[in-house]
Structures are given as C-alpha cells and as structure tokens.
C-alpha cells in the first residue's frame, strides 16, 4: 500500500508554467515507476490537452465523468479516472463548465473542502504514490479547494519581467489556506521559461534567493521542444527524450521526489 502524496500546482500568474510543468513532472514519476493520477482542475484543460487530443479532451469535457460534475455531485471522482497511453499515469479530466465552479459551490456546506473529501478514498486505496493536481491561474473558493486537499503545494514562477508579480499574494493567500489545512506544505518555486543570457533571469533568481522558501535547483529553460509537445499531446520528455527541457523536466521531478520522501 502507497502512501500517496498530493502536489498542487499553483500560481495566480497566468502563464507561468504550471501546467506544462505538472504534465512533465508527473510523466517523469511515472517512468521512473511511481504511479501517478494527474488531476486537470483548470477549464482551460490544458493538462488534458497534454495527453489526449482535442476532440477526446473535448468529449471528456461534455461528458458525465469529469471534475466538475464531481464538484456538482453527480459523479463520483474514482469513476472519472481515464488511463492515459503511459504506463502508471492516469488522469482525471476537468470541463468547461469549470467556468462556473465559484457560483457552484458558493451554497454549498463546507464548501472549502469539497475535493479533500472527494479523495479520501482515492488516498485511502493507496493505489498512487502522487496525486498532481493542476489549478488554474486564479485565487478562490476553487484554488482554496485545491490547496486544501493538497500535502503539497509548488509554485512556478516564469522567468521574466513580470513573471514575480501577484506572488505575494499567492503567498498571502496560502498564508491564510493555513487556517483551513495546517499542514500544507509548500515544497518550492520552481522557475520555468528561462533564458540565461536576459538580465532579468539573473533579477529573478537574486530576488527569490531572498525569500524564505526553496527554489528548485533544476530550472527549465526555453525550449521549441515543449510547444511542439503539446501540439501533439505528449509530453516533451517523450516526445524528445534528448531535448535540454526533457532532461530539466527529468531533473526536476527526481528533486520533487527527493524533497517527498
Ligand atoms: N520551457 C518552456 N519553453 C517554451 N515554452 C514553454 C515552456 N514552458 C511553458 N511554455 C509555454 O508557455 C505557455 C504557458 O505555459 P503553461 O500553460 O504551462 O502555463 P500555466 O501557468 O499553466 O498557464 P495558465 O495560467 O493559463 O494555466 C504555454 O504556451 C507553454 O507552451
Ligand atoms: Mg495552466
């Protein structure tokens, strides 16, 4: 039996990465032999975008069995798990309904803890030993219900001139998660579409060495690679195993792992 760790990935920066990363990330676990269930929580289903093509994303999203009819309670989370074409990655899809999740919940009892509860017996089974759970770029009831069914939480940040604004108010609002989930954790920043040669890199690393949280040592760089991926719903890693991203991605999930255990 697993002990499953959950992991958000979480920035109200749009664009910063956080889908493109939780893709990556939770495909490297899973060839490495974790068993991995990826959460899609965005309406923009950019992680389910990153393993089925547009019409199955599409189908998936209309369906009955993906998040937000759990959310609606109509379905149960463990019937919306869908195998993906990898061993040991399966995923849970999210619809375009999810547009409307605040009006949704907002009657609702114990509104904050609606997915942490849909879990429980996903953790329980101990079936995984990750649950990576993709947010979207906002800060809700939705974002709340995601940060408090997580162990873990990690932020991207972009590499760029805009790429730290809004983060003192991810923090801030984690700060206040607190009162809800004492234990979350936030394992880390991880920096992603970097370019070494732009000041602003170099801007972006001094200012968050000043901060009180970890930075992931392996960064990810620019790559055409990672666009191209997506393009066909892969993620880079397999796509171009050889890519400089891939072995980032590669890195980044091994120190992911290592901060876990
Ligand atoms: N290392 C990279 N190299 C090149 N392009 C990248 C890289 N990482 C991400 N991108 C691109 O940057 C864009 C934003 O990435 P992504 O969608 O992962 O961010 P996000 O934080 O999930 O965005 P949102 O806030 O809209 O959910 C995407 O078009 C993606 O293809
Ligand atoms: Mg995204």
Request: hydrophobic residues 40%; aromatic residues 8%.
């Amino acid at each position: 039996m697993k002990n499953t760790t959950v992991i958000c990935f979480t920035n109200n920066k749009g664009g910063s990465g956080k889908s493109t990363t939780c893709a990556n990330v939770g495909y490297a676990l899973a060839l490495s032999g974790k068993k991995v269930l990826l959460i899609d929580g965005d309406m923009q289903l950019n992680l389910s975008l990153s393993f089925f093509d547009e019409e199955e994303v599409l189908e998936m999203a209309r369906g009955p069995k993906n998040l937000f009819r759990v959310m609606q309670g109509t379905a149960d989370l463990k019937e919306c798990i869908r195998d993906t074409r990898y061993e040991n990655l399966r995923l849970i899809p999210s619809s375009t309904l999810m547009s409307g999740i605040e009006l949704q919940l907002l009657p609702k009892i114990s509104r904050e803890f609606l997915l942490r509860r849909a879990l429980l017996p996903i953790k329980a089974s101990g079936e995984y030993d990750y649950i990576l759970v993709d947010a979207p770029p906002t800060l809700g009831t939705w974002v709340t219900n995601i940060l408090v069914a997580s162990d873990k939480v990690i932020i991207p940040v972009e590499a760029s001139p805009w790429g730290l604004f809004g983060l003192a108010n991810m923090f801030e609002f984690i700060g206040e998660i607190r009162g809800l989930a004492p234990e979350l954790e936030v394992l880390g920043i991880t920096v992603t579409k970097v370019s070494e040669r732009k000041n602003y890199f170099k801007q972006t690393m001094e200012t968050l060495s000043e901060m009180d949280t970890y930075i992931f040592k392996n960064y990810v760089r620019v790559d055409v690679n990672v666009e191209k991926a997506q393009d066909e719903s892969r993620p880079v890693i397999d796509f171009s195993p050889r890519s400089r991203s891939a072995q980032e991605f590669t890195e980044l999930a091994k120190e992911i792992d290592e901060k876990c255990r």
